[in-house]
C-alpha cells in the first residue's frame, strides 16, 4: 500500500488552503463557499459510480494508490483529487473576479 499520491492531493489541498487565506479568495471571507466545492465533487462521485456501473470507468492497476476503495472501483484517492479540482477552479474564479474589479 502506497500513500504517495494520497500525500501529494492532501499537500495540494494545504497549498490551496494557504493561498486562499493569503490573498482572501474563498474561504477566507466566507464559510458559504464551501458548498461551491462539495455540490461538484458529488456531482463527479454520482458522475463515477455512473460510469462504473455502465463499465466506462474502472480503476487501473498502479504501486501509487493506497488500495482502499470507497466504492467499487472508486479508490479513496478520487475524492480528494476532486477536493483539488474544485477548488482549484474555485480559487481562478475569485481571483479572476478580484484582479477584474482593479
Request: charged share 20%; net charge positive.
Amino acid at each position: 500500500m502506497s500513500f504517495f499520491y494520497l500525500s501529494a492531493l492532501l499537500i495540494s489541498i494545504l497549498g490551496l488552503a494557504l493561498l486562499d487565506y493569503r490573498h482572501k479568495l474563498a474561504f477566507a471571507k466566507s464559510k458559504k463557499h464551501f458548498l461551491l466545492i462539495a455540490i461538484p465533487v458529488l456531482f463527479f462521485l454520482a458522475w463515477d459510480v455512473v460510469g462504473i456501473k455502465l463499465g466506462v470507468f474502472f480503476r487501473g492497476t498502479t504501486p501509487f494508490l493506497t488500495g482502499i476503495l470507497v466504492y467499487e472501483e472508486l479508490p479513496l484517492e478520487e475524492i480528494f483529487f476532486l477536493i483539488v479540482l474544485s477548488y482549484t477552479s474555485l480559487l481562478l474564479l475569485r481571483a479572476f473576479e478580484k484582479v477584474g474589479k482593479k
